[in-house]
């Protein structure tokens, strides 16, 4: 399942997540810090980790194949066309 990208706000005190900047203001007093998460395809959780977010709702059995970052960080390179 391919997983969504947001960018949502922080509270630094509680860190829970919030839609909108006034919102994670009015949560917690102090100025709140954009985040990058990534949402669940499948059932919305949100998650930091990409990759988590990919395979939350897959069953243990199932591989998926590898993105071209991931291949480029296991040192695989691009050829060139």
């Known amino acids: 399942m391919n997983p969504i990208r947001k960018f949502l706000f922080q509270c630094p005190a509680c860190e829970k997540l919030h839609h909108s900047r006034l919102d994670a203001e009015d949560c917690c007093p102090q100025e709140a810090d954009q985040t990058m998460c990534w949402e669940c395809g499948e059932c919305g959780e949100l998650h ?31 050829l060139p066309l």
């Open 48 to 78: 930091h980790d990409e990759d988590k977010a990919r395979y939350c709702c897959l069953d243990e059995d199932i591989i998926l194949p590898a993105t071209p970052m991931q291949l480029e960080a296991a040192g695989q390179q691009r």
